[in-house]
């Protein structure tokens, strides 16, 4: 939502590009933004996951799902600033995929208001 309530549009998101992030901090900007991997991109067997958050207490759940939504590699790490600041965050998850499938990549919090943060980004899972 723009900062004045109304809806915002969001044209479809292209390959090589940042994901749409629907949760927000109390300053209306995006709570948690990935930045890499780029939405579509093809990821085999490790994935470098980076981006922006604002959650409380910098605390953030990073992991791969696969098309299923079964959860492939997950771990937890810190944002470099939170309640209230944004900070930068960096994982790395090792996986194994038998074959090439959609994946998603998941990062979530606790943002700033008591809510769930959660920002998600479509990739390609390929075999190693």
């Given at each position: 939502?723009?900062?004045?309530?109304?809806?915002?549009?969001?044209?479809?998101?292209?390959?090589?590009?940042?994901?749409?992030?629907?949760?927000?901090?109390?300053?209306g900007?995006?709570?948690?933004?990935?930045?890499?991997?780029?939405?579509?991109?093809?990821?085999?067997?490790?994935?470098?996951?980076?981006?922006?958050?604002?959650?409380?207490?910098a605390?953030?759940?990073?992991?791969?799902?696969?098309?299923?939504?079964?959860?492939?590699?997950a771990?937890?790490?810190?944002?470099?600033?939170g309640?209230?600041?944004?900070?930068?965050?960096?994982?790395?998850?090792?996986?194994?995929?038998?074959?090439?499938?959609?994946?998603?990549?998941?990062?979530?919090?606790?943002?700033?208001?008591?809510?769930?943060?959660?920002?998600?980004?479509?990739?390609?899972?390929?075999?190693?």
């Open positions: 939502r723009a900062r004045d309530g109304s809806a915002l549009a969001v044209a479809p998101a292209s390959v090589g590009s940042p994901a749409p992030v629907p949760s927000s901090s109390p300053t900007e995006p709570s948690i933004v990935i930045e890499t991997p780029f939405v579509n991109g093809e990821i085999a067997n490790r994935v470098s996951i980076t981006g922006t958050a604002d959650v409380l207490d605390s953030l759940v990073v992991r791969l799902l696969d098309e299923h939504g079964f959860e492939l590699a771990t937890v790490v810190e944002a470099s600033c309640n209230g600041c944004l900070g930068t965050f960096a994982a790395e998850l090792f996986f194994f995929v038998e074959r090439r499938q959609r994946g998603t990549v998941e990062v979530s919090g606790v943002s700033g208001d008591g809510g769930p943060a959660v920002a998600s980004v479509p990739v390609l899972l390929v075999p190693a």
